[in-house]
């Protein structure tokens, strides 16, 4: 790591545009180390096999129809540094020009801040899912952070096999809801773009973004759900282990995972999965997939909190 170069790269931070990303990716990468990613033709294969078999028993289970992403890649931190600043700067470069005047001062702080974040979320990220929203092809992608993941695995003192399996069994329920669901992607794309225009008007819609909250809770929700049953019987100690380390860490870590909003995402996975296993304990697991037919199929925030609400109204 070079603080030094990651400090330089942010006060050097230039052009018209609300965050410097070029300086954001080379802050983010000087301040991160890359971790090793010398792999044998043997661990390269694991990972291939744990996609294949985490397709193969959800399309089975869960009953759904979709295809791996043509894009799946075993990467190092630096590798998704590079794939999630480029989505950040697609994403919030749709912000109206009327906010790309900025003092060269507010320009580093938010360079830095991004900086900051995305160095933060390169050491944690084990795997990742990317529809690769406002993009202009069709394909999406799978990520594998092959240095957290060992390092996690370690540290949980789990097995590494079994535990790399489930990360990919998570990764690919993901791959299942947006191939099952077309619609998925371009609802997703039309929130964010609502909340964008919102901003660049200078104003704040909670409604926007509660609306995405309550597409997300549905999509880490079920993908815990089809992660956890397509696994196998024996996953209870991997969750319980990594829920632990989520909740401890020291005082920089918990204030990185609050300003950062993983808390949140935490409380998705969970109103999610209680949502979804209240619905198939109640009937079955075709009635929970019945959520990606159509985004009118998506349950409102009382039906996330009440399931029978929804499972009335799918019956109606």
């Given amino acids: 790591m070079n603080f030094y170069r990651a400090v330089r790269a942010v006060a050097d931070a230039s052009g018209t ?4 990303w070029s300086a954001v990716t080379e ?4 301040g991160t180390k890359p971790g090793d990613l010398d792999l044998t033709p043997k661990e390269i294969e694991a990972y291939q096999n744990d996609v294949r078999v985490a ?19 075993i990467q190092h931190r630096h590798h998704w540094i590079d794939a999630n600043a480029a989505t950040f700067e697609r994403v919030l470069g749709e912000i109206d020009s009327e906010l790309n005047h ?38 999406h992608a799978l990520y594998f952070v092959h240095p957290n993941i060992e390092r996690i695995a370690r ?8 535990f790399r399996r489930w990360i ?10 947006f191939g099952g669901a077309p619609w998925l992607t371009d609802h997703l794309e039309g929130l964010i773009e609502e909340v964008i225009d919102t901003l660049s008007s200078g104003q704040f819609s909670r409604l926007d973004l509660d609306r995405i909250d309550i597409t997300m809770t549905a999509v880490e929700g079920y993908a815990e759900l089809l992660m956890d049953r397509a696994f196998d019987a024996e ?4 969750r319980r282990k990594l829920d632990a380390r989520r909740r401890s860490g020291g005082l920089i870590t918990q204030l990185m995972r609050r300003l950062l909003g993983l808390g949140r995402k935490r409380r998705q996975y969970e109103r999610g999965k209680e949502f979804f296993d209240t619905v198939v304990d109640e009937r079955d697991l075709d009635t929970a997939g019945l959520v990606w037919e159509r985004k009118d199929n998506l349950p409102t925030e009382a039906e996330l909190d009440d399931p029978t609400l929804w499972l009335d109204r799918m019956a109606a």
Avoid: C, W
């Fill in 235 to 238: 996953y209870d100690d991997l």
């Fill in 55 to 73: 397709r193969d028993r959800i399309r089975s289970m869960g009953g759904v129809a979709f295809d791996l992403p043509s894009t799946v890649e």
């Fill in 102 to 139: 900025l003092p060269g001062v507010v320009r580093a702080i938010n360079t830095g801040s991004m900086a900051v974040s995305m160095g933060f979320l390169a050491n944690n990220v084990l795997g990742q899912y990317d529809p690769l929203l406002l993009s202009t092809g069709d394909d």
């Fill in 168 to 177: 990919a069994f998570h990764e690919v329920a993901h791959a299942a809801e």
């Fill in 155 to 162: 540290e949980l003192s789990v097995d590494r096999d079994r």
């Fill in 27 to 30: 802050s983010a990468k000087a």
């Fill in 17 to 20: 545009e609300p965050i410097d």
